[in-house]
């Protein structure tokens, strides 16, 4: 039995173009990159970050957050910017600007070393109104 390439070929282009041409979405993840803010409230601190790695309108399962954790004298916060894109898709050449908020576990009255990544800087409680930023 022999085929016609006429026939042939578009059986073979359709298979490639199920089997084959798709591509899965690239993954971007960035930690620790921006700028974190530790902002005093009266009694209370928020950590008000903003991640630097620029997200995609089109991104797609993105996560943005902040942790902190207080030990001793050392405010250490960590943020993270995680987001899937497919790369096939068309999209608008522009950049997201994301943001996290997060808690800071309640502070004794002294000085404290706020870090994140190889940045840091001083904070002293209680200043209430103060803001205290590190920027890596």
Known sequence: MRFAPALLFPALFSAAVVFGCASDPEHFEFEDIGEACVVAKDESHTIEAVVDGCA????????????????????????????????????????????????????????YTVRMGDAEAELAVPDAGEEVCVEV
């Not at 089109?58 to 902040?66: F, K, P, Y």
């Not at 942790?67 to 790369?87: A, K, P």
């Open 56 to 111: 995609s309108p089109c991104a797609e399962n993105m996560e943005v957050g902040c942790e902190v954790s207080v030990e001793g004298e050392v405010i250490e916060i960590s943020t993270w910017l995680r987001y899937d894109l497919d790369q096939q898709q068309d999209c608008i050449e522009s950049c997201l600007i994301v943001e996290a908020s997060c808690e800071v576990p309640a502070l004794e009255d002294g000085v």
